[in-house]
């Protein structure tokens, strides 16, 4: 994704909240058309996921709790990136706090705005293969309540066209990873 | 997409912040597992999302310029649920203002968590079909600028693979359209 071609003039910022992992603010911009206006954002450091395949050719994936939806979303594992931590750095560290995986091959499929209308962030998508359980995974985060599932490429399609609580990032990560996951099981 | 299973117990509740369109909030809360957490979020009333379908079969879109990413995506036409409306209500008005078309035949194809993380927006997605140019289009917001475009299905899928500026809603709805637009090029 190629970004950053239009830079907005920034009249005024302001910093409604300082957080752990990302930062709230209200900036007034005038656009490239010479329009001003206010934009309410999330200045988050970005996000990186993994699409994690095993050599039978399923997929490990999370039902996590999510304030969002009152209840557990089906998740890839994914993670904010912390300071100093390149995308693939992040999502090496959580898929073992996620899943308790590591992945010998890591193939990047592409980035994409989650929410532009009021965030920046940037998710960065990686195919991780040749997987290996870790015989001691790290302590998941105490605020996060998840279980490890895994199923195959085609029942998370169906769970997905059937309308099952599965969000935004992880539907369009799947399709990033569909023509490479065709290209594994045909091998 | 069925929610609201498992509330979460609300400890503490601040307001950061009260827009236009959603709040800031960040609020203490004990999940189900009993786990506390501080949950910083955008308090969102909903977004909703057209994918439109001429009698060509081809898709109306938009290229909207974007803070987020200092330049311009290539999105579905989407807006956020005004008060009392519905998300068709909402997508009804939208695809006016924004590609200047009316749609005869709308289907819901589902919805999804667009950012759970920090947000509870839910993105309401549609097929829209039977369309019909508008002669006078309403006003678009001063505060947008964009520009209409139409593409084949086949451009919009070989563009997200190729890693084009497109942001995940758009990724997602595409996918849950594919199969109905698969169906209407068969017929």
Same mark, same amino acid.
């Given at each position: 994704?190629?970004?950053?071609?239009?830079?907005?003039?920034?009249?005024?910022?302001?910093?409604?909240?300082?957080?752990?992992?990302?930062?709230? @603010?209200?900036?007034?911009?005038?656009?490239?058309?010479?329009?001003?206006?206010?934009?309410?954002?999330?200045?988050?450091?970005?996000?990186?996921?993994? +699409?994690? +395949?095993?050599?039978?050719? &399923?997929?490990?994936? +999370?039902?996590?709790?999510?304030?969002? +939806?009152?209840?557990?979303?089906?998740?890839?594992? =994914?993670?904010?990136? @912390?300071?100093?931590?390149?995308? $693939? &750095?992040? $999502?090496?560290?959580?898929?073992?706090?996620? #899943?308790?995986?590591? =992945?010998?091959?890591?193939?990047?499929?592409?980035?994409?705005?989650? !929410?532009?209308?009021?965030? &920046?962030?940037?998710?960065? !998508?990686?195919?991780?293969?040749?997987? @290996?359980?870790?015989?001691?995974?790290?302590?998941?985060? !105490?605020?996060?309540?998840?279980?490890?599932?895994?199923?195959?490429?085609?029942?998370?399609?169906?769970? $997905?066209?059937?309308?099952? !609580?599965? &969000? =935004?990032?992880? #539907?369009?990560?799947?399709?990033?990873?569909?023509?490479?996951?065709?290209?594994?099981?045909?091998?």
């Amino acid at each position: 994704m190629s970004l950053g071609q239009e830079p907005p003039q920034l009249l005024k910022q302001r910093l409604f909240y300082e957080g752990r992992k990302f930062n709230f @603010e209200v900036n007034r911009l005038r656009l490239p058309n010479r329009a001003e206006g206010d934009w309410e954002c999330i200045r988050h450091p970005g996000g990186a996921l993994a +699409v994690p +395949v095993t050599t039978e050719g &399923d997929l490990i994936m +999370v039902r996590q709790y999510r304030f969002a +939806v009152l209840g557990r979303l089906l998740e890839f594992p =994914a993670g904010t990136l @912390e300071s100093e931590e390149t995308p $693939i &750095d992040t $999502i090496r560290r959580e898929i073992q706090e996620e #899943i308790g995986y590591t =992945a010998k091959t890591w193939l990047p499929m592409g980035n994409f705005p989650l !929410a532009p209308g009021y965030s &920046d962030e940037i998710i960065y !998508a990686f195919l991780a293969t040749d997987l @290996e359980p870790i015989e001691a995974p790290p302590a998941a985060d !105490a605020d996060e309540d998840m279980e490890v599932i895994s199923l195959s490429p085609t029942q998370l399609e169906n769970s $997905i066209l059937a309308g099952e !609580a599965i &969000d =935004a990032k992880t #539907i369009a990560s799947f399709y990033l990873a569909k023509p490479y996951l065709e290209k594994l099981a045909a091998l």
